[in-house]
């Protein structure tokens, strides 16, 4: 335990704020082959800089010549207490149709970034994936790995609470462009590379456990 905790203390200046997501992947696609892993709610965050940066290999590929990416949210086929409208005293009461939307909004997502995905694949000069997947629970965890050498980690304000009309129900809604960012480097340090190294194992089994969402299955059948 001493030394699974060592590997994981984090080097100075190591936080960032959510907002600051995207000058890192920025950096990512400096490279060859481009790796990135995403764990969050809806994927939001991160989608938008992916979306621009892959615009961009359109006119000039530069030296990138392979993408990867990985997005993974919650199953909101399943009930949730997170999201989810607050009861009379507080309690979680799971909501379908919240639940539902959040589904749509992850499915625009994932079209979005597999269009752009498609088109890169015709032009042949580089290949990409991109694909979503589900994994249960609620979003409480932000983790993002950037080529396998690069790891960011936030938590959720699972909490935090939204009114969507002003004479309607408030819903327990966590706000990601707010989860700070604890950000370990294989670049820095052994302990930090053995941290990092952890999180790559961790993430590569979640998703290989992680389901195919429903608008996916559908597309296949």
């Known amino acids: 335990m001493k030394d699974l905790a060592a590997s994981l203390r984090l080097p100075e200046r190591s936080q960032v704020g959510s907002r600051e997501l995207g000058r890192f992947v920025d950096e990512a696609f400096r490279a060859r082959t481009v790796e990135i892993t995403f764990l969050g709610y ?3 965050t991160i989608v938008g800089p992916l979306y621009r940066r892959l615009e961009d290999l359109l006119d000039d590929p530069g030296p990138t010549r392979r993408v990867c990416i990985r997005v993974l949210v919650p199953d909101f086929g399943q009930p949730m207490t997170v999201p989810s409208r607050v009861g009379p005293n507080g309690e979680p009461l799971d909501d379908s149709e919240l639940r539902r939307s959040q589904e749509r ?7 979005a970034l597999s269009v752009l995905a498609e088109r890169l694949n015709r032009l042949g000069r580089v290949t990409v994936e991109s694909e979503f997947r589900l994994y249960p629970g609620i979003p409480r965890d ?3 790995v950037l080529n396998r050498e690069l790891v960011l980690h936030g938590l959720y304000d699972v909490l935090a609470r939204l009114i969507l009309r002003s004479s309607g129900p408030e819903y327990y809604d966590p706000k990601g462009h707010r989860a700070d960012l604890n950000v370990w480097s294989a670049k820095d340090t052994d302990t930090t590379r053995a941290a990092v190294a952890t999180w790559n194992q961790h993430m590569d089994g979640l998703w290989s456990l992680a389901t195919v969402p429903p608008w996916r299955r559908a597309t296949t059948t």
Do not use: A, H, L, S
């Open 42 to 44: 809806t994927g939001e």
């Open 105 to 111: 909004r992850c499915q625009g997502f994932d079209e």
């Open 142 to 144: 932000k983790i993002c």
